[in-house]
Every structure is written in structure tokens, then in C-alpha cells.
């Protein structure tokens, strides 16, 4: 079996590691990937947004199918035109991918399919955003309409916060279109949770859950990020289990197949459990990162052959190991805001890495015999055990041996976690 896997980031790693251990893969090809999985997979230095590119080497390699990791491609509709060609994908179409691609359309689907979310107004200027918080109490979240790689969400204290975030979407326009509109919305408190399933636009199966930690520094606090860290498998109540896929799974996949979307692939979506029971923060229509990174080495099943099911529309039962995994992200100085490239790393040459203890690339290069950062996110820290203890020291055991100038990470991943299993 010969497998594309599109994106260059932690989690493309993490899914070469997964597909690399299938006894029915020959091949990996990543489009462009990166250095740090140079040793494991066959990489093409070519953008996403080359289409044309990506479809020769589909077919002149002749492909078992393309796996989309990341949202910006499905949002530009890649994975109709490969679509077309005869190509399998793993990956929902165009008209799907909205359910990320635009946090306004994505709202409205919400409310057609009935599911539990914040209420909210939507907004396209800084007056109409502090007339809408008259309706709310601090604190005020603003989300950006469009993709913003993570940095659209602001959590804003007071009416002044949201006065500055409002203008830097806006007026400023740090964002670009993506901060054209916004929604403003309640602030809903609670702990929060991913819950992930594979779905073919009717039926679905449920992946391990994960708890991610979003802000930069320790105790939650900080910019929000990408993602600092992951732990899995979340333990909860079936009760609630239960009331999550009934409440918002499944009324989300009928309106899905209702509305015809060709979807077969990862439906993301962060649930925010508050006092009136779960609540929909956002729909994601790819892999999570860092979340793929640690429910990835949960999978028992064949994740290849489950793969490929799944872009020929069928849905595999999957078979999960008794493990957890924790995964603690390294970060380049300056992230998430103004974030430092080209900053030599050491240490990464005498890591020894086992099955229970690895690293992930995310943002890394190796020039003239130096590993450097070469993005936000630079590494993963993975760490597998038999207790979310041992994961968790796996995982930081791995951190403590690499470094560099102004190296960022949480020193708390998996601590509530932890306390409440």
C-alpha cells in the first residue's frame, strides 16, 4: 500500500509513525513534510496549494489514497478534485470543510442541527462588537470568521480587552479576511475535551479522548495556542459519553448526510462540559494537533487498512490498546505571537527513542549538521505507559534533554488530568 499524507507538521509525523507500523505499507510519501521525518517517509518539496503537483504524483505513483492533514487544503477543496480524478481521499469535501473554514457557517449548522452552544452575535466592527456585549456578562469571547491557525479565539476580561481585540481584527487586520466578521459570543466556563470520530457522512466510530491544554504557560494561563499538550485516553462517565453523541454527534452527521455533504473523514469536535451539560465550542474537519499525537498510538486495529476503509466510504470497528499517551509540546521563543526561527536546538542527536518514548517533528530543519527551529510548534515530546503517571514521565524525561534559547513548554500537562482519574 503506497499512502500521501499532506501537511509538514506534528501531526503528518505522528501518522507516519502510525502508518509505518502497518505490515501492509510500502510506501509513505508527505507533501512537503519535513526534516524530522526525512528517515521515515519520502518527502516532496512542493506547497499544498500546488494541486496540479500533487495530482501527477498521485497518479504517477499510482497512490492507495491521500491522506489531508491539514484544514487549509479541504477549505480550498482538494479533496474534491482528487476526488475527480479517481484518486481516494481521507478528507471531507469543500462545502464540508466550511464547518471549519468559517466559524459563522459553522455556528448556523449548530443551531439547524440542534445542538447544545454559547449564544452569540455576529460582528464586523468594533462598535458592533461592544453594542453585542451588552447581552453578556465578562468574560467576552471573540472568534474570527475564518482560518487563523489557531489564533482567531480571544478571551477577553473586560470591555476594554474586547475594545483592543476587536480593532486588531477589525481595523488592524492581523488577521486579514479571516478577521472580516466574527462571532461574539457567551462565555461559557467548564473543562474542556476533544472528541473525535471517523464518519462517512452517516455512520461514525469514536476515537480515544483527549485533553488538550490550549494556553501557552502553566495553570492555563497565557495566549491561547495551537495546542501545548495532549494526554489520552480521557476518562469519563458513560453518562456522559452517552449524552455527547446523542446531543451532538449524532444530530451532527444526520444534518451532514441531510444536506449531502460528501464526507468521509475525521469530524473534531471541541466540547466545552459545563453545569447544563456538554456544549459544541467548534467543529474541526481534520486530525487535531497535538491530539492525533497521542490517541494515534492508542489504535490497535490496522490504521492503514482503517484509512483506506475510510476513503472508500466504509467504517471500520476499531480496537483500542490499554495504554495512555502523553505528548508535551516544545515551542520556539516568541510563540504564538512573534515566533523566532533559525534558533539552533541541542541534543536532539543523542535522544534514544522506544516504543514508549519518542519524539515528533513539528517545526524543525537540519542545516549544515544543526538541527534549528523552523516554526511555532517545533517538537513533541511523546511518551506511552500503562498509567497517565508513567506517560506523562515518559514524556517529560524526553523534554529535559533538548534545548534551546528560549525554549517554551508546559510544566503541567496532564496535572488535572491526573487529579481527576
Not at 459570543?185 to 471517523?198: A, I
Not at 494561563?221 to 455527547?244: F, S, V, Y
Request: proline fraction near 5%; glycine fraction near 8%.
Amino acid at each position: 500500500m503506497k499512502i500521501l499524507i499532506l501537511g509538514q507538521g506534528g501531526r503528518e509525523h505522528a501518522l507516519v509513525k502510525a502508518f509505518k507500523n502497518s505490515p501492509l505499507v510500502t510506501e509513505i510519501h508527505v507533501l512537503p513534510g519535513n526534516d524530522g521525518m526525512k528517515k521515515e517517509a519520502i518527502c516532496h518539496p512542493f506547497a499544498m496549494t500546488d494541486f496540479e503537483n500533487i495530482l501527477q504524483i498521485c497518479l504517477r505513483t499510482e497512490m492507495d489514497f491521500v491522506f489531508i492533514g491539514p484544514e487549509d487544503p479541504l477549505v480550498m477543496g482538494l479533496a474534491d478534485q482528487l476526488r475527480e480524478r479517481g484518486i481516494l481521499v481521507v478528507g471531507p469535501s469543500q462545502q464540508a470543510a466550511m464547518l471549519e473554514g468559517s466559524k459563522i457557517f459553522s455556528k448556523e449548522f449548530m443551531m439547524e442541527a440542534k445542538v447544545p452552544t454559547a449564544p452569540y452575535y455576529v460582528v464586523t466592527s468594533t462598535n458592533e462588537a461592544l453594542q453585542a456585549s451588552a447581552h453578556f456578562s465578562p468574560p467576552y469571547v471573540l472568534k474570527a470568521d475564518g482560518l487563523a491557525a489557531g489564533k482567531g479565539v480571544f478571551i477577553c476580561k473586560s470591555l476594554q480587552e474586547l475594545k483592543i481585540a476587536s480593532d486588531n481584527l477589525f481595523e488592524q487586520k492581523i488577521l486579514g479576511k479571516a478577521g472580516n466578521a466574527a462571532l461574539l459570543e457567551k462565555f461559557e466556563p467548564g473543562w474542556e475535551l476533544s472528541y473525535l470520530v471517523l464518519t462517512n457522512g452517516s455512520d461514525f466510530v469514536s476515537l480515544p479522548l483527549a485533553q488538550d491544554h490550549k494556553r501557552l504557560n502553566d495553570n492555563n494561563e497565557g495566549p491561547n495556542t495551537g495546542g501545548m499538550g495532549t494526554i489520552a485516553p480521557l476518562q469519563i462517565t458513560q453518562e456522559l459519553k452517552l449524552k455527547i453523541e446523542e446531543t451532538i454527534i449524532k444530530p451532527s452527521i444526520e444534518l451532514i448526510h441531510k444536506k449531502q455533504f460528501i464526507y468521509r473523514g475525521i469530524l473534531f469536535v471541541g466540547v466545552m462540559v459545563t453545569q447544563d451539560g456538554p456544549k459544541v465550542l467548534e467543529y474541526n474537519v481534520r486530525l487535531g494537533d497535538p491530539e492525533t499525537q497521542v490517541i494515534l498510538p492508542l489504535i490497535d486495529s490496522d490504521i492503514a487498512m482503517v484509512m483506506k476503509d475510510l476513503a472508500e466510504g466504509k467504517i471500520s470497528s476499531l480496537k483500542f490498546k490499554n495504554l495512555f499517551s502523553a505528548c508535551v509540546i516544545m515551542a520556539s521563543p516568541g510563540y504564538p505571537d512573534n515566533t523566532e526561527k533559525n534558533v539552533p536546538m541541542e541534543g536532539l542527536e543523542n535522544i534514544y527513542e522506544s516504543s514508549n518514548s519518542y519524539l515528533i517533528h513539528a517545526g524543525t530543519k537540519h542545516e549544515q549538521g544543526t538541527w534549528k527551529t523552523n516554526g511555532g510548534r517545533v517538537l513533541g515530546a511523546l511518551g506511552i505507559g500503562s498509567t497517565s503517571d508513567e506517560a506523562i514521565k515518559n514524556a517529560y524525561e524526553l523534554t529535559n534533554k533538548i534545548s534551546w534559547r528560549g525554549m517554551q513548554w508546559r510544566k503541567d500537562i496532564g496535572k488535572y488530568f491526573t487529579s481527576s482519574t
